[in-house]
């Protein structure tokens, strides 16, 4: 979701700067906006840790004089429910899906306020709307918390032109999806490609959405198309949530 994102921001005429834990993985983002005419640099953060967090911002704007989009496009998930998610798992997850979100509006917003706007998107779930039939505690919680986070703050903020909006992803096929033994036990007893039928059966359109999808819908909430558009929640599901069962 992250890298499409970011992608696609570029080739709308954004400069991008993109941030990964792994720094070969934002310079892989990187290249790949070059190699399409675009304008990007990469850099490296923990984006859990408010240091790190404020030295992001910094080098941001060295590097590019302003900030006017922030997509938080940051998640991690840990299968299990009250009774099996461990207290380190259930920190680590919360720090890492909410506290960075957290951060990095923290440090943002001072700076959009400076500039008189801008656009916030936080990468939700629906799963935090949702039981979507995979036990995930620690997810589905750390996601419900990054929406009223963005409900709150579009409120607090809105008179000054900063808009912060959510994005629910429903059932994606992601690479994160893929590579979590958890969900694809919980799913299919660890058979990728039978989660993936699944999957695609659950959601009333047929099929699963894929990263270009969140992108998409990123683009729209950053862009002055939605400039009347402020803390909603803009499901992007195939229909999913519309389901009972």
């Known amino acids: 979701n992250g890298r499409a994102t970011a ?7 954004a400069q991008v700067f993109c941030v990964d834990r ?3 993985a934002a310079q892989q983002t990187v290249d790949y906006i070059a190699s399409e005419g675009g304008t990007a640099s990469a850099f490296t953060a923990d984006v859990s840790r408010g240091d790190e967090v404020e030295a992001m911002v910094a080098t941001c704007l060295r590097t590019y004089g302003r900030i006017d989009v922030l997509d938080n496009n940051v998640g991690i ?3 299990g429910g009250v009774v099996d998610v461990s207290e ?3 920190d680590r997850v919360f720090a890492v899906n909410l506290k960075s979100a957290f951060l990095a509006m923290k440090h943002v917003i001072q700076v959009m306020q400076r500039q008189g706007g801008g656009s916030i998107i936080n990468i939700s779930s629906v799963a ?3 039981h979507t039939g995979v036990s995930y ?10 929406n009223q986070m963005t409900r709150t703050t579009a409120v607090e903020f809105a ?19 893929a590579h979590s033994a958890g969900l694809a036990a919980s799913y299919a007893d660890g058979d990728v ?6 999957r695609d059966a659950q959601v009333p359109m047929g099929h699963m959405g894929d990263a270009w999808d969140v992108a998409n819908a990123a683009l729209f909430l950053a862009c002055d198309e939605s400039k009347y558009v402020t803390g909603i929640e803009l499901v992007v599901d195939g229909g999913l949530t519309l389901k009972v069962s």
């Open 77 to 79: 998930a840990e299968t």
């Open 88 to 90: 380190a798992d259930w």
């Open 128 to 130: 935090s709307i949702r």
């Open 159 to 177: 008179s000054q032109n900063i808009r912060v909006n959510c994005i629910l992803p429903g059932l994606m096929k992601t690479p994160m999806v």
């Open 193 to 198: 490609e039978a989660m993936w039928r699944t």
């Open 22 to 24: 792994n720094g070969t």
């Open 137 to 146: 505690v620690t997810y589905a919680a750390s996601k419900a918390a990054m």
């Open 7 to 13: 992608v696609t921001f570029a080739r709308a005429g």
